[in-house]
C-alpha cells in the first residue's frame, strides 16, 4: 500500500505541473490577457476597452483601422492599448479594472463604451459570454489551474457558470414591462433573413427592455467609476451609436423613446455634476453603419472616425481643463 | 452522485480508504452506509422505497425458499408483481394513461387524464432488475437466500453499479461481500485505469458529441441530408461512451475493492451481425432478458414461428425497458425485426457470399458485415434519440436529402466543397470541436482494434516506464482540458 501511496503522489505531482505548464501556455493565448500584460509591463497612458463595435469594419471601407486606432492618431503624445472582444462588456471590464489596480498599474485613462445592447437578456445572460475563464484568471491564477476540473466536474454546472444554456433559455423576455416570449424563440431567428417579422423580433430582443437601474452591468460600471476614480485614473464612459433610424422603422414612436430612457438611466446612476458620461447614442444616421437592414452598432469608416473624434476631443478637454 | 462530480472524487477516495482501514467484518457495513450516501445524493426521501422495495423482496425470497408447489409461485407472483408495480407506477403509468385516453378519444368515451407528477427515482429499472434476479434465482434454487438483511440490500444498492448497472446476478455478487479483500497493487492500479478511461469516454468524447447531437435532435427540423447523417453516427459514439464510460466508471471503482462486476460491452460497433452486437451491448440487460424472458418463453426450442415471437417480444420489452415512449418500443421492434430478418436470411446471405466469393477474401467479408450491421444499429438509434416519432420519422425521410449532390461536388472538386458544406458538418460548433470530436472517435476505434489482439492494459504494462507514464499523464491532462462541462450520464434517466 506505502508503494501505491508513493507512485500515486509522485504521479499527481507530475500531474499538476504539466497542468500549471499546460495552462500558463493556455493563457499566453488569449491575445486580451496578452495586451493587458503588455500594457502593464509598458505602463500604457491609456487603455481603450472595446466589443465589436471597435472593430467591426463595412467591406467597402478604405480605412479598416479599428476606432482605437483611429484614437491613437488624433491623440499622438498617448500611449495607448485596446482590450477588445466581441460581446465583450461592464462585468469584465471591471475584472480587468481590479486586476490593474492590484497590479498597480494606473494608467491616466480608461475608455469603456457602453453598448446599449450589453444590458438586454441576448447579452448579459447568454452563457457564452459571460468570459468565466478570462474572469478567473484576472481574479486568481492559481484557481484557473483547476478551473477546466471544476467546470467539467461540477455537477450544478454553476461554480464557474453562473448560467446554464437551459435557463438562459427559458428567461423571459421584455418588450418594456410586458412579457414578449422566451429567449428560446427569439433566439431561434434566423437573422440573415430579413423578414418584416424576424427583424421586428430581433429589435425587440435586443433593445426594447426597459433598463432597471439595479442592473447588474449598471453597477459594474458604477463600481469601475468608482474604483478608477480613487486610483486617480480617467474614466471617460460613452454610449455607443445605435441605427435609431432603423429601430424607429420597426417601432415607431416607441424605439427612440425607450432608447431616451434606457439612457437616462444610465447617465443618471453615473453622472455627477463634474462627471459626463458622453452620449453618442443618437448621433449617428443609418447611413453611418455596416449593416443597413437592422439597428446595430457596427460602424463604418464614416462612423468610427466621428466616435473617435469625439472620444479625442473630450479627452484633450479633460487635459486642458486640468 | 454522479461519476463525473467532485462529490464523487471526493466521496470514492474516503470510502476505498476506509474500506481498507477496517477490519473485514465491518466493510459490508461501511459499504452500505457509502451506496446510501451515494444514492441520498439525489433525491434523499426515496431511499425510504427502496428500502420498502428491499424488504419486499428479501422476505419473499425467504418464504419461497421455505415452501414448495403453488405456494412457491404465489410468493414469487407477489415478489414479481410489487417490483414491476412500483417500476409501472413511476415510470409507465402515465404513458399508459395518455395513450388509453387517445383510444378513449377515438372511441368517445369520457375519460379524464390524471396524470402523475412523480420524479423517477434514479436507477429505478437497474436495481429493480437486480431485485427481479435474484427472487427468481431464489425460485430456480440456484441461489440459496440470503439471511443478513444488510448483506443483501447491499446486493441491490452497491454504489458502483446502483445506478446504471452492470445489472448483477445474485450467484455473482453476493459471494464477493463475504470474501475477504487485501490490497492488492495491480488490481488497486487496473482498476483507477479503468476508471480514468471511462472518465475520458464520458467527458472527452460522449459530452462533446452532444453539443453537435443536441443541436440536431433539439431543432431537427432545421437539419437535413449530411447534417443529420452526422449527428446520428456521432450519437452512435456519444451513447457508447456515455454507457460505456459509466459502466467503466462502475466496474473499476469496484474492482478497486477488489470486487469483479460483469463487463458490460465488448467493442459493439466490431459486431458482424445484429445478434452479434446483442452480444456485446449492454451485456448485463441483454443476458438478463435472455434468461428472464426469452428462455422461459421457450426461447429457440419452439417451432419457427414462437421462435420469432419470443424473439420480438424480447426486445420490445427490452425497448420498453429503456422509456415509456413509442420511440423506445420501436425501437425494440426495430431491434426485434432485425434478428428475426437475420435468422430467416441466414441461409440465402451465406449463399450469396458464396455465389459472389467474398468467403475468400475473409477480412473484407468481416469488414462489409461490420459496415453493414454499423449501419442498421446506427439507424435504429434515430428512434431512440429523438425527442418524438414525429421528429424520427422527419430525420428518416431527410436523411440523405442533398446527399448525392455533395458527394458528387465532393468527387469534382474537394476543397470547394469542403468550403461550401462546411456548416453542414459542423453543426454550429467549432472546428476545432468538430476535429476533437472526430480524433477522438479514431483513438477510441484504435483502442478498440488494439484489444483484439489482447488486454490494452497488459500491453500498455509491457512500455517502458517513461512512456507508460506519460501516456496515463496525457490521458489525465486530456480529461482536465479539453473535456466537456458535465451532463448526467444517458441511462440514468432508465
Redesign the interface.
Known amino acids: 500500500?506505502k508503494?501505491?501511496f508513493i507512485k500515486l503522489t509522485i504521479?499527481l505531482l507530475?500531474?499538476l505541473l504539466?497542468?500549471a505548464l499546460?495552462l500558463i501556455v493556455?493563457m499566453r493565448s488569449l491575445p486580451q490577457l496578452v495586451a493587458l500584460e503588455k500594457a502593464q509591463k509598458e505602463k500604457t497612458d491609456i487603455i481603450y476597452f472595446g466589443d465589436s463595435s471597435d472593430t467591426n469594419y463595412d467591406n467597402k471601407d478604405l480605412d479598416k483601422r479599428s476606432i482605437s486606432q483611429m484614437l491613437q492618431e488624433i491623440l499622438p503624445d498617448y500611449s495607448m492599448t485596446s482590450i477588445s472582444h466581441p460581446a465583450y462588456a461592464a462585468d469584465i471590464f471591471l475584472d480587468f479594472c481590479k486586476n490593474m489596480i492590484k497590479q498597480k498599474y494606473y494608467p491616466k485613462v480608461v475608455i469603456i463604451p457602453i453598448n446599449m445592447r450589453s444590458f438586454s437578456l441576448s447579452w448579459d445572460k447568454n452563457p457564452g459570454w459571460q468570459f468565466e475563464q478570462e474572469k478567473t484568471i484576472l481574479k486568481n491564477k492559481l484557481l484557473f489551474m483547476f478551473f477546466?476540473?471544476?467546470?467539467?466536474?461540477?455537477?450544478n454546472?454553476k461554480r464557474f457558470?453562473e448560467i446554464t444554456q437551459g435557463e438562459f433559455e427559458n428567461m423571459e423576455v421584455f418588450n418594456g414591462e410586458k412579457a414578449a416570449g422566451i429567449v428560446k424563440d427569439f433566439e431561434?431567428h434566423e437573422f440573415r433573413n430579413y423578414s418584416e417579422e424576424n427583424m421586428k423580433n430581433s429589435i425587440l430582443y435586443f433593445y426594447m427592455f426597459s433598463l432597471k437601474n439595479d442592473h447588474r452591468k449598471l453597477n459594474s460600471l458604477a463600481e469601475m467609476k468608482k474604483i478608477l476614480l480613487e486610483n486617480n485614473i480617467k474614466p471617460v464612459f460613452y454610449i455607443t451609436s445605435i441605427d435609431y433610424e432603423t429601430g424607429e422603422r420597426y417601432f415607431t414612436g416607441e424605439f427612440t423613446e425607450r432608447l431616451k430612457n434606457n439612457v437616462e438611466t444610465i447617465k443618471s446612476a453615473l453622472e455627477e455634476d463634474n462627471f459626463k458620461v458622453l452620449d453618442l447614442s443618437m448621433d449617428l444616421k443609418t447611413n453611418f453603419f455596416t449593416q443597413e437592414k437592422y439597428p446595430n452598432e457596427h460602424l463604418n469608416e464614416k462612423g468610427r472616425k466621428y466616435v473617435a473624434e469625439k472620444i479625442g476631443e473630450m479627452i484633450k478637454k479633460d487635459e486642458k481643463e486640468k | 452522485m454522479?461519476f463525473?462530480?467532485?462529490?464523487f472524487?471526493i466521496f470514492f477516495p474516503i470510502v476505498t480508504i476506509l474500506y481498507?482501514a477496517i477490519p473485514h467484518k465491518y466493510r459490508w457495513f461501511l459499504l452500505l452506509v457509502a451506496s446510501c450516501v451515494f444514492y441520498m445524493a439525489f433525491i434523499p426521501a426515496y431511499i425510504l422505497f427502496l428500502f420498502a422495495l428491499i424488504l419486499i423482496d428479501y422476505t419473499a425470497a425467504i418464504f419461497i425458499e421455505k415452501s414448495e408447489g403453488n405456494k412457491r409461485k404465489l410468493y414469487l407472483i407477489v415478489s414479481i408483481f410489487s417490483t414491476c408495480l412500483a417500476l409501472f407506477i413511476f415510470k409507465y403509468f402515465n404513458f399508459f394513461n395518455v395513450n388509453f385516453a387517445a383510444v378513449a378519444r377515438f372511441f368517445h368515451w369520457n375519460y379524464p387524464i390524471h396524470l402523475l407528477k412523480l420524479i423517477l427515482p434514479i436507477g429505478l429499472s437497474f436495481h429493480t432488475f437486480q431485485s427481479l434476479s435474484y427472487v427468481i434465482e431464489v425460485y430456480r434454487k440456484r441461489q440459496k437466500t440470503e439471511r443478513n438483511i444488510g448483506i443483501y440490500a447491499l446486493y441491490v444498492m452497491f454504489y458502483p453499479q446502483l445506478v446504471s448497472g452492470p445489472i448483477e446476478r445474485p450467484y455473482n455478487l453476493i459471494h464477493q461481500f463475504y470474501e475477504k479483500h487485501y490490497?492488492d497493487?495491480k488490481r488497486?492500479?487496473d482498476g483507477l485505469k479503468l476508471m480514468v478511461w471511462g472518465m475520458f469516454k464520458k467527458?472527452v468524447i460522449a459530452d462533446r458529441l452532444a453539443l453537435f447531437v443536441n443541436q440536431v435532435y433539439n431543432?431537427t427540423g432545421d437539419y437535413s441530408g449530411i447534417s443529420l447523417i452526422v449527428a446520428t453516427v456521432f450519437f452512435a459514439y456519444q451513447i457508447f461512451c456515455d454507457f460505456s464510460g459509466y459502466s467503466d466508471i462502475a466496474i473499476g471503482s469496484a474492482q478497486v475493492m477488489g470486487f469483479t462486476l460483469m463487463n458490460n460491452f465488448t467493442r459493439p460497433y466490431f459486431a458482424k451481425s445484429v445478434a452479434d452486437f446483442w452480444r456485446r451491448w449492454h451485456i448485463s440487460l441483454s443476458t438478463w432478458f435472455r434468461d428472464y424472458v426469452y428462455i422461459p418463453l421457450g426461447g429457440n426450442r419452439v417451432s419457427v414461428p414462437r421462435h420469432y415471437f419470443n424473439l420480438f417480444v424480447s426486445f420490445l420489452i427490452s425497448g420498453l425497458w429503456h422509456g415509456a415512449n413509442w420511440t423506445f418500443l420501436i425501437w425494440g421492434a426495430l431491434n426485434g425485426f432485425y434478428i428475426i430478418l437475420e435468422t430467416m436470411t441466414a441461409g440465402i446471405r451465406e449463399k450469396i457470399i458464396w455465389l459472389i466469393r467474398l468467403n475468400k477474401a475473409p477480412l473484407l467479408h468481416k469488414l462489409i458485415q461490420a459496415l453493414i450491421t454499423f449501419s442498421l444499429i446506427t439507424f435504429s438509434w434515430i428512434f431512440f434519440r429523438a425527442n418524438s416519432i414525429k421528429d424520427a420519422f422527419y430525420v428518416i425521410a431527410n436523411l440523405f436529402a442533398g446527399v448525392p449532390s455533395l458527394i458528387f461536388n465532393l468527387i469534382k472538386n474537394p476543397l470547394a466543397a469542403i468550403s461550401e458544406y462546411h456548416n453542414l458538418f459542423l453543426l454550429g460548433q467549432s472546428y476545432r470541436e468538430f476535429i476533437i470530436a472526430v480524433l477522438a472517435i479514431l483513438l477510441l476505434e484504435s483502442f478498440h482494434l488494439l484489444q483484439r489482439k489482447g488486454s490494452v492494459r497488459a500491453t500498455f504494462s509491457k512500455l517502458p516506464l517513461l512512456l507508460r507514464?506519460a501516456l496515463?499523464?496525457v490521458i489525465?491532462?486530456i480529461?482536465?482540458?479539453f473535456?466537456?462541462?458535465?451532463k448526467p450520464f444517458i441511462y440514468f434517466q432508465f
Open positions: 500500500m508503494k501505491f504521479f507530475i500531474t504539466f497542468q499546460f493556455y477546466k476540473t471544476i467546470e467539467v466536474f461540477d455537477k454546472n457558470n431561434k | 454522479l463525473n462530480s467532485i462529490d472524487l481498507f490490497f497493487y488497486v492500479t467527458v431543432n507514464w496515463y499523464i489525465v491532462l480529461i482536465l482540458n473535456g466537456k462541462v458535465s
